[in-house]
């Protein structure tokens, strides 16, 4: 009897779990966990003829020690994978080219790592870009970033690493890329069935902190989560106080996105389509069914007077102006002072 009723109540609590979260059937648990890698399984696979590992720092730090056997792409991912706007290319053959050039095909495992919380948006960005390709199931993010794999008790390399040429090919998966467009029918009421995230701080969100000609937010967002509040955090030992780290954890992504659905489309967005990749490789981890990065994001549809925005605030030019003739002031008073 008490077998019974212990299967009972177990089947109740797995209902009850799966209709008030529905992200993971597991709590605690990636419903994707290949799309992450660790240390030891990059230190296994590096060599491999079908693996390639991207530094997404900046060329001087990977110039001053790296994985061995990690690549760079010549900058920082999330410039070399975007235009000067900080938007994907729009014409796929430049990824084509840069890829291939670098010996990435359409048969390869690429891993891509970063070295700090400065840096973890780089290598999402890399994620996400190589999934809008088409590269699936064979995309990854190394968690942890650099310091994972030192503290794996791994050296760094200041060898640069050059791969052979390959052939790669995109086959564009359309709808991991949100666009304007599509988002302004979720703000004017038109689309009434897409989860829209936005991955900026809470002051962003508000207007307070503007970035563009205007502050605020874009109507009918479903919630905003902060991408820096998706991370691990840990106690900063000389200080006591508590830091970001580059370290991805199932149950704070669980918790941070309770509220949503898995089940239908969901599109994130911050200031320029960068932090909100963070975003959408927690969407892929968690099991999202058809997630999406809106790459143009606040800097654009906050510049852009046609578009609606919910709790707007606009740009303080007087008070800047009269910010920027103290401060030269100041500077003319210093030079001035200095020259004596």
Request: hydrophobic share 40%; proline share 3%.
């Amino acid at each position: 009897m008490k077998s019974v009723f212990w299967r009972v109540c177990s089947i109740g609590a797995l209902g009850l779990f799966i209709g008030g979260w529905a992200v993971t059937a597991t709590a605690g648990e990636w419903a994707n966990p290949d799309l992450l890698v660790n240390p030891e399984s990059v230190k296994d696979n590096i060599n491999k003829a079908d693996w390639v590992v991207v530094d997404c720092r900046d060329l001087k730090d990977y110039a001053k020690g790296h994985i061995p056997g990690a690549i760079s792409l010549g900058n920082r991912c999330k410039k070399a994978l975007r235009d000067a706007t900080s938007r994907a290319f729009r014409d796929i053959s430049k990824y084509e080219k840069l890829l291939g050039k670098v010996g990435i095909s359409n048969d390869t495992h690429v891993v891509f790592y970063h070295g700090d919380i400065k840096t973890l948006t780089d290598a999402t960005v890399g994620f996400w870009i190589m999934e809008y390709l088409g590269h699936d199931n064979k995309v990854h993010v190394l968690n942890g970033g650099l310091d994972a794999w030192r503290k794996a008790g791994n050296r760094l390399d200041s060898t640069p690493v050059i791969k052979s040429p390959a052939e790669f090919k995109a086959n564009v998966v359309a709808s991991r890329y949100a666009s304007t467009d599509e988002i302004l029918d979720i703000a004017t009421g038109k689309v009434t069935t897409t989860q829209l995230v936005d991955s900026r701080t809470a002051g962003e969100f508000a207007g307070k902190d503007m970035r563009a000609l205007r502050g605020g937010h874009v109507p009918n967002v479903t919630m905003n989560v902060s991408h820096i509040t998706t991370v691990v955090k840990k106690e900063d030992k000389a200080t006591g106080k508590m830091v970001t780290t580059g370290y991805l954890e199932p149950d704070i992504a669980i918790e941070a996105f309770s509220k949503l659905d898995k089940n239908v489309r969901t599109i994130a967005y911050c200031q320029t389509g960068t932090r909100s990749t963070l975003a959408y490789l927690h969407f892929r981890l968690l099991g999202f069914k058809d997630p999406a990065n809106w790459d143009e994001s606040w800097r654009v549809w906050g510049s852009q007077l046609a578009y609606p925005v919910e709790n707007e605030q606009w740009y303080n030019f007087g008070k800047v102006n009269k910010q920027i003739k103290a401060l030269e002031k100041k500077v003319k008073a210093l030079e001035k002072s200095a020259a004596k």
